[in-house]
């Protein structure tokens, strides 16, 4: 399985990519820190047309980073690289990272970096992606994550 790994280089608040030699690492334990940490969410990301198979799924943790999963993307998609986007009230949207889909139609993406300082009290907290002309969205409403 084929994940693409972001981390969140602090202030500039800039994802940015592991790739090449002088890669910085993530270690082992990156994955199971996000999934354990006391803040995770569960977001489900799925398309407005109930017809279309394609699905997503993410584990959001603000003060430890992000796991996305999708699946079922359509034939236009794959072998293509497909950006997330994540919208917190009161700044403007950003991308936590790009996830490549596979020729199954599915893709991983992990990004690991501290936005807890960036939520709100109130509003609505959106993740999203588009694939092959199918828009994803799932979303949490910032009261009920923990501090």
Do not use: C
């Not at 981390?7 to 999934?35: C, H």
């Not at 990301?45 to 992000?66: C, I």
């Amino acid at each position: 399985m084929l994940v693409t790994a972001w981390m969140l280089s602090t202030p500039s608040m800039y994802w940015r990519q592991f790739e090449g030699d002088s890669k910085p690492t993530i270690d082992s334990n990156a994955l199971f820190r996000v999934l354990a940490a006391p803040d995770v969410v569960r977001i489900v990301l799925s398309p407005a047309d109930a017809d279309v198979p394609t699905r997503g799924l993410a584990w959001w943790s603000p003060s430890r980073g992000l796991w996305f999963a999708v699946d079922a993307a359509g034939t236009a998609a794959i072998g293509h690289t497909v950006e997330l986007s994540l919208g917190i009230p009161g700044r403007k949207p950003m991308s936590p990272g790009a996830v490549y889909i596979q020729p199954e139609g599915s893709g991983r993406m992990l990004a690991v970096g501290d936005l807890a300082s960036l939520m709100p009290h109130r509003g609505v907290i959106t993740l999203g992606v588009t694939t092959d002309h199918t828009r994803l969205t799932g979303h949490v409403e910032a009261e009920t994550l923990k501090r």
